[in-house]
């Protein structure tokens, strides 16, 4: 451990750099190694850029490092040992991590590493390009002032990257000088594991005790009130209270399980519900999916999406983040207004159920969608011609 708590957590190939070295490629900053979509994001991003021969490290601030072992042996990994609401000790740690790796890219993952990335580059010896990659659009309610702060420490980075044009009109307007130092990149699906694999659906029902002839909901997310998985109970006990043959699966835990296994009870569909917990592989999931709905009341641009469409899995989103930016409505599924889910969901989900041939269309249309727009090689490639850029830095 070094004296301003900077700590190399493996015995990698990331040592003080000689005076000749030019150093790491790209060094991501992160909140903790938490699994969740940021964190797993960028550690499969980093893993594939050393994968081409990048030389990549990742240090986070704080503890827990559950994605520790998912990161490859050759990406470097270093905590920071953030202490309080801004540490100096980690800002310092930061600051001499830059002078002894050097590298040419400096990316902050979200607003608050976006903190440690301006401050501790402001007077830098060594001036790294800086990026922020976004992953927030809407500030919860009692922390809207974060926006006008955060929105002063952007400014001073080289580069934003958004995951959905929605977003970066929240952030930028259209006069914004910022504007032409961002860009947007959809997350992407590894389309060589979420295919659609034919004649399996029954066969994983089976596994979860589902009925064969059942019309399967689905959702893939931690249970949590903004995903807002309430209504998809209540829009399942209206269909199963008109005779309907309607299960509901909920893949995913948290906080709100204890109340959505309440609510299941009280309308009386215990037995239509299943709550499979999180699951290390979600492929089995989505093969015994009927639709995919994501009822969530704020979202950026959904991986879980992404993959139920890949796997020919017609979508039903609420119109949050960049889910008009992902599917037409009507074509790959349907999009509505968080206010009309009580009202339209039990429709459209007893429309797909009683009609064949629209199912089968928007699940072909949402495969198709999913390998043209939004492939992870196409993602990774895209963030690659950004940090492969050297570009002018800008001074501010």
Not at 167 to 172: E, G
Not at 241 to 253: E, I, N, P
Not at 343 to 360: K, T
Request: proline share 3%.
């Amino acid at each position: 451990m070094a004296s301003a708590q900077l700590q190399l957590d493996r015995n990698v190939s990331a040592p003080p750099l000689a005076a000749s070295d030019h150093g790491l490629d790209v060094l991501f900053v992160l909140n903790n190694l938490a699994v969740g979509g940021s964190e797993r994001k960028t550690v499969r991003l980093a893993n594939a850029f050393a994968a081409r021969g990048m030389r990549v490290g990742i240090a986070y601030l704080n503890e827990p490092t559950t994605l520790l072992k998912d990161i490859a042996p050759d990406v470097a990994t270093f905590f920071l040992a953030r202490q309080g609401r801004y540490s100096l000790k980690a800002n310092a740690a930061l600051r001499q991590l830059i002078e002894e790796q050097r590298p040419r890219n400096l990316v902050s993952v979200n607003l608050y590493p976006a903190l440690y990335v301006v401050t501790a580059t402001r007077w830098s010896r060594h001036r790294p390009r800086t990026i922020g990659l976004m992953n927030t659009t809407e500030m919860r309610r009692g922390a809207r002032w974060k926006r006008g702060f955060y929105t002063r420490v952007l400014r001073y980075l080289d580069w934003t990257v958004y995951g959905c044009e929605l977003q970066r009109d929240a952030w930028l307007s259209a006069e914004d000088a910022m504007r032409s130092r961002s860009s947007v990149i959809y997350n992407g699906v590894d389309l060589s594991r979420f295919a659609a694999a034919g004649g399996e659906g029954a066969t994983q029902r089976a596994t979860y005790g589902i009925g064969e002839n059942a019309f399967v909901v689905g959702t893939v997310g931690r249970l949590v009130a903004e995903k807002n998985q309430l209504p998809l109970i209540d829009a399942v006990a209206e269909l199963r209270a008109s005779g309907a043959d309607v299960h509901l699966m909920l893949v995913g835990d948290g906080p709100m399980r204890a109340a959505l296994e309440q609510r299941a009870e009280q309308r009386g569909i215990c037995s239509a519900v299943t709550f499979t917990g999180a699951l290390p592989d979600v492929r089995a999931a989505l093969r015994a999916f009927d639709v995919f709905v994501l009822p969530s009341l704020s979202e950026t641009f959904s991986n879980a999406a992404l993959e139920a469409m890949a796997m020919q899995v017609p979508v039903i989103l609420t119109r949050t983040g960049g889910a008009a930016e992902m599917i037409e409505n009507g074509r790959e599924g349907y999009i509505l207004d968080v206010a009309d889910l009580s009202r339209q969901l039990p429709q459209l989900l007893n429309q797909l159920r009683l009609d064949n041939v629209l199912r089968s269309r928007m699940a072909a249309a949402a495969s198709a969608r999913a390998r043209k727009s939004f492939s992870w090689e196409g993602m990774v490639a895209a963030y690659q011609e950004i940090f492969g850029a050297r570009g002018a830095v800008n001074g501010a």
